[in-house]
């Protein structure tokens, strides 16, 4: 099952090269179909991603905590988040922290557990004393801990939230009923992730007004606008298209799977034992391990408030391009978890087949395809007649890259939407950057189908190929600056 994704990719990339010799009327075929999917998909982004553009404005200007008090239980209400880190600067804890601290919601019923690695050495001690000075008592509990190197584990976020979960929410915050898990809700939040000032008061809304609020994961809008300003122009362009596919799939709750940083019931995590501790994708693991658990009831609900996280970046314009391709790697490594998906959904007897149906099949077109998308629209319409000069001088042949490319223009379309939203979300200017440099900005969008390889397209493929090889990577922090 593991050679199974890389060997999919990699014959669809190379399949318009050899099928051209031997079945050109085929690859021909291919290409118009893969491109037509293409459109389709880049119109719905277009389209649905606008709806939730229009959707977070209102959620922003909404008065959430004031709803919540229609609840008569909503002081019931409380919210543990568990912020993971290793080697994260101070000043970028400080700066998630803060946002912790500017929620509408009452801080005395928002707990804090901020789980520093062990092996990250006394620097990690110095940085939690640092924060137990300045936010200890801002809360209704503060806790920071140092997570172990465990024999078995696979370092990383996944292994670091569990054990913090088990460590403090177990043996600390139940244990003392300090926390009461039917009115609990648990928050894996990135640790330079932060949250609208709005999130968990809408979270809180969301919770108690859900009739199976124990079987939900509730997930915001991720943007890359922590550091839009100071990141270079190829990363920035990938990153905006990257967000627009995050407000898409918060209007698409059968595709939505919760990403990056997220909530949950707290009876729901503790019913599957929190996060794993072997593998380096939570996010999409956690989703699936709860939804095998409970029959197929898990659903992800979106909030439509922004969660802005940093793009990858470093200390200079090389190191950042690198730091992104390891990031993209990292993210399409969740391939390594399809096996698990796959396996479960045939063995799930408790769940409809067709909802088990679906959902591998959408895995498939995520995960499968990640690395071929860019071969296919770019240049598979390119080689059949270039390899098969006898194809070329049919009617297919002679005009298969005239309408793959009219197909595509249509495409187009997105980035206007793209540049539109952007214009809206992306925070202010700073001064430091000039109004001509902004005027520049959105040709940067010309970039797309270099980058689109060099960074999306051969990182997913080193992790397919990888995964395929037995080649296991390990947890990479994305460096931040």
Known sequence: MEILPGSVSWFLIIFPIWGSLVVPNLVAIYIITYTVYWLYKSLSVAVLALAAHFRIEAAKRFDWIGDVMVFPDWRKVQHILIIPTYKEPLGILKRTLESLVRQTFPRKRIHVVVSFEQREGESAREKARVLKSVYGSGFGSFTTTFHPDVPGEVKGKSSNSAWAAKEVVEKKLIAKRMVDPDFTTISSQDSDARLHPSYLAALTYQFLDHPDRYDKFWQGAILFYNNIWRIPAPVRALVTVSGIVHLFLLMRRDRLVNFSTYS???????????????????????????????????????????????????????????????????????????????????????????????????????????????????????????????????????????????????????????????????????TNVSRFRRLLQPFEMILLPVVGLFLNALPGLDAHTRLMLGKYIEYRVTEKV
Do not use: C
């Open 264 to 430: 949950t019931s707290l009876k729901l995590m503790r019913s599957v034992g929190y996060w794993d501790s072997d593998v380096i994708p939570e996010d999409w693991r956690i989703f699936f391990k709860t939804y095998f658990a409970t029959g197929g009831r898990v659903e992800v609900e979106p909030i439509f408030l922004p969660v802005t996280i940093d793009a990858a970046e470093s200390t200079s314009y090389w190191r950042t391009l690198q730091n992104k391709y390891e990031q993209v790697k990292r993210w399409a490594w969740g391939v390594s978890d399809d096996h698990y998906i796959i396996r479960n959904a045939f063995l799930a007897d408790n769940i409809p087949i067709w909802d088990r149906v679906l959902r591998v099949v959408r895995i498939v077109e995520d995960h499968f395809l990640w690395p071929v998308n860019w071969f296919a629209i770019t240049v598979g319409a390119l080689l059949p007649p270039l390899l098969n000069p006898n194809f070329s001088r049919t009617v297919i042949g002679k005009t298969l890259p005239q309408v793959s490319s009219s197909i595509l223009t249509f495409s187009l379309v997105t980035l206007l939407v793209v540049l539109f939203i952007d214009a809206k979300q992306r925070p202010a200017r700073p």
